[in-house]
């Protein structure tokens, strides 16, 4: 036999298939270990057969199989080619996506640990061996215990010895790692409400392969969810669940635990390597039947699979912004078709070339209008911080947020105080009269750079100077920098000197449950008021909380981005939905510089349709996604002037393609990046708005075409973060 191998090089140079001859017995999606020039090497076998190219002799055997069954099944490699494809990556690199990294490298392997058994005690002991008497003793007692402990208590040596005289036989055993393994609860099977009955049933029932459900937070599409999950798996059939951040993977998976058991697997990599390569092997080997995780997880390696689960599908994170730079959607969908599985999303506020596509018929459409309860969505204040300013208040807090703050805490209820502040924002903002300064052409914001101080756009790369005053009302409180999370909890914690206050973000969190410690620790009321940055805006569920404060909305209404707007309306409709789950009412305290603002009107309403019909109007005239596709070749590397001679080169071939077809091009220049440079590398792109994605091929060809050792080149399609 002959196996086809990709070695496990992600390099366009070797990206071809080599042949070996092999066992009979070895099967397509083995990994192995190959002789490759000089040394050896790991490989994947993607395809045997009985014939080969090569005169056999000529061909070198494979030097050794690594796993007892092969580690990628045949649709993934199927998908390795299409990812290969569709991204312009090495087989390699794609079917990387399809193991944990840590598998690969050799690292970790199944956990063993050694048990000492009872045998006999009747052997010989002198008087003298007291220890091994006593162990012996204990051993015959309880038949047989983990040797550590043993051998703690009673010293090693006298194990050794007892073990060598046959009285003790020492045995490993393969254990399974259990991560989060003392979660559970909350998955109690619910009796569905007639809206989730009907939402069910249409997913089932429909033809269409994808639906998108539009729910408002609290409508219960966890629900629906797993009843979809349970449906797929009684027809004998596997499911993938993915949600956007770790931070929701506990909860997520507490829930699945308690309804499903051990079929619910979860990947994540702020899991153990050991553990990972567990949950990973019992997916593999039909053991666990659900995968559960973040966007990697949709590469889980499960066959059949019935049901593959997206929730809060506006995330930003379902894009991969490294190689291969995948969208979750479209490998989502390769699977669905591929398994003729269902395909769902989830939204209270979905994204906007999402919504399209369900309005246009192409996704099923189902729309939850009411929170599971009948609650009423919580009540949105907009406070105008203008006003404030005026007023003489410089603390961070508006009058309205501190006396509902007040009442809250008098009666006894909880509340989040939330920082819309991604990284930091260093869009120049007027404090006085809310201006935010745009580009002229483009309608984005600007972005402060202090190498320069100069103001950017970065969808066009004009430059503007600085600005000192304000150009409409020449105020001069002009600000560039939201407030830390640190700062808001000492302002806090003087206002109101008894609450008890949890602060949560980058800096607090550390561990693969950080997260969830302190999100456990509010739950459980240890504290009065959380604080935190987008890590709390999503999927909580704290039934005493009735307050929530934003306090700087606009932050993210002003990043340099066409999708701050949507991005705005998604943040506040999430951190919003935290309010007012249970009994009690909730309030929302929204603080703006910009409360005449459409997106915050819309977002203070509720009013999805509203902001969509707006939204989309907006990015019709102005020509942004998804009535066009924002395209970016990187050029990058550590020589000047090599970045600068393939900069032009790629630039120069895609002119050409403009000349061409001037139709597809909105827009097409190259300059610098936002950030000049990154980890000494210098950074150069070719910046680029296309009518359709008529042209994308032959832009992958390019970048291609002109990456090289020392300079690499690579293509980014609407990329989330233009820096
Ligand atoms: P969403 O994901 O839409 O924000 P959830 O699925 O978190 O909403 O549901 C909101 C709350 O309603 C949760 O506490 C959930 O346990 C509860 N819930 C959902 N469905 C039902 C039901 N059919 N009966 C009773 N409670 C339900
Ligand atoms: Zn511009």
Not at 26 to 33: D, E, H, I, Q
Not at 351 to 373: F, H, P, Q, W
């Amino acid at each position: 036999m002959y196996a086809k191998v990709i070695v496990d090089i992600a390099h366009s140079r070797v990206d071809r298939i080599f042949e070996y001859s092999c066992p009979d017995s070895l099967a397509a999606g083995s990994r192995v270990k190959v002789p490759f020039g000089g040394r050896t090497v790991d490989g994947f076998v993607i395809g045997v057969s009985r014939a080969s190219s090569y005169p056999a002799e000529k061909l070198r055997p494979v030097s050794a199989v690594f796993d007892e069954a092969p580690a990628i099944l045949p649709e993934c490699l199927e998908l390795t080619e299409l990812i290969s494809r569709r991204y312009r990556v090495p087989q390699a690199a794609a079917l990387r996506l399809f193991l944990p990294s840590e598998m690969r490298q050799g690292k970790v392997h199944e956990a063993y640990k050694k048990f000492a058994v009872f045998v006999t005690d009747e052997i010989k002991l002198p008087a003298s061996a007291k220890k091994q008497s006593a162990a012996l003793g204990y051993l015959k007692e309880v038949g047989e215990c983990e040797l550590a402990p043993l051998c703690e208590k009673f010293g090693r040596g006298a194990i050794n010895s007892l073990s060598d005289k046959g009285a003790v036989e020492i045995q490993a055993r393969k254990i399974t790692r259990n991560p989060f393994g003392g979660l559970s609860g909350g998955g109690e099977k619910k009796t569905l409400t007639p809206a989730q009955l009907s939402a069910l049933e249409s997913i089932e029932s429909s033809d269409k392969q994808i639906h998108l459900i539009h729910g408002v937070t609290g409508s219960g599409k966890t629900e629906i969810y797993l009843n979809v999950i349970d449906g797929q798996l009684r027809r004998g059939k596997t499911a993938i669940f993915l949600v956007p951040e770790i931070s929701l993977t506990p909860q997520m998976l507490s829930q699945l635990r308690s309804r499903f058991g051990g079929a619910a697997a979860i990947l994540h990599s702020g899991l153990s390597a050991g553990e990972r390569f567990d949950e990973w092997w019992r997916l593999r080997s039909g053991e666990a039947k659900i995968a559960v995780g973040a966007r990697s997880a949709v590469f889980a390696p499960l066959e059949n699979i019935g049901a593959i689960i997206i929730d809060e599908e506006h995330d930003s994170s379902y894009i991969s912004e490294s190689a291969p730079r995948y969208s979750t959607f479209e490998i989502a969908e390769m699977r669905a078709r591929y398994n003729g599985a269902k395909l769902v999303l989830g939204s209270a506020t979905p994204s906007v070339e999402t919504y399209v596509r369900a309005k246009d018929g192409e996704l099923g459409l189902i729309t939850l209008t009411e929170r599971i309860n009948g609650n009423p969505m919580p009540e949105i204040i907009i406070s105008d911080m203008r006003k404030e300013v005026r007023r003489g208040n410089n603390t961070g807090f508006s009058l309205a947020l501190r006396e509902e703050l007040d009442k809250t805490l008098s009666d006894g209820n909880q509340a989040i105080i939330y920082l819309n502040r991604r990284g930091y924002s260093r869009t120049v903002l007027c404090r006085d009269c809310g201006y935010v300064a745009k580009c002229e052409n483009c309608d984005v914001t600007l972005t402060y750079h202090s190498e320069d101080n100069c103001l950017k756009c970065h969808y066009c790369g004009a430059k503007y100077r600085m600005l000192t005053a304000c150009p409409d009302c020449g105020g001069r409180h002009v600000l560039y920098n939201g407030t830390g999370t640190q700062r808001v909890v000492a302002d806090l914690k003087s206002l109101f000197p008894s609450a008890r206050i949890l602060r949560m973000d980058n800096d607090t969190v550390s561990g693969k449950d950080g997260h969830y410690k302190i999100l456990k620790k509010f739950a459980e009321r240890q504290a009065d008021i959380l604080v935190g940055t987008q890590m709390i805006a999503k999927g909580h569920d704290f039934p005493s909380v009735t307050l929530v404060g934003i306090l700087d909305a606009d932050m993210s209404l002003h990043f340099s981005d066409y999708r701050s707007g949507e991005r705005t309306f998604q943040l506040i409709t999430q951190v919003a939905g935290r309010s007012g789950r249970a009994g009690d009412k909730g309030k929302v305290v929204l603080q703006t510089y910009s409360p005449e603002n459409y997106i915050l009107r819309y977002a203070a309403s509720y009013d999805y349709n509203g902001f969509f019909d707006n939204e989309i109007a907006l990015r019709k005239a102005t020509g942004f996604p998804p009535y066009s596709l924002i395209c970016r070749v990187m050029v990058t590397s550590e020589d000047g002037d090599a970045a600068l001679q393939t900069l032009k080169s790629v630039f120069f071939a895609v002119e050409d393609l403009r000349k061409a077809a001037p139709g597809e091009f909105i827009f097409l220049n190259k300059m610098h990046s936002p950030i000049k440079k990154i980890q000494g590398k210098i950074r150069y792109q070719v910046l680029m708005r296309l009518q359709s994605k008529a042209m994308l091929e032959k832009i992958y060809d390019i970048a291609v075409a002109n990456s090289s050792g020392d300079c690499l080149v690579y293509v980014e399609e609407n990329p989330v973060n233009l820096s």
